[in-house]
């Protein structure tokens, strides 16, 4: 299975293994990662799952669509590699992926 590394804002990291198919935003809610509050479940109506993707996977993640890119608009301190975690599929090219979850959520 995939594995995706979460760093807090406090810099701890919590790696968890993902199964294909899911979300970033699901695997972080099932193994409990700080700071990911996903108040939609998923739905892409709110920014509190909003997450920075490192740099040298922004590639692989893709760019978000328009409704991700609205909903972005009510994050706390988007950035260039601001997602929303709820949007971003695993898949076994995503082995690795890191993202940083911002000082706290819109």
Avoid at 30 to 46: D, H, Q, R
Wanted: glycine share 6%; aromatic share 4%.
């Amino acid at each position: 299975m995939p594995k995706i590394t979460y760093i807090t804002s406090d810099g701890a990291e919590t790696v968890v293994e993902a199964p294909v198919g899911s979300t970033v935003m699901e695997n972080a809610i099932k193994n409990m990662v700080p700071g990911i509050e996903a108040e939609c479940g998923g739905a892409c109506a709110c920014a509190t799952c909003h997450v920075y993707v490192d740099p040298s996977w922004a590639e692989k993640t893709g760019s978000p669509e328009p409704m991700e890119e609205d909903m972005l608009d009510f994050a706390y301190d988007v950035q260039p590699t601001s997602r929303l975690s709820c949007q971003i599929k695993v898949s076994d090219a995503l082995d690795g992926l890191v993202v940083r979850v911002p000082e706290r959520q819109a």
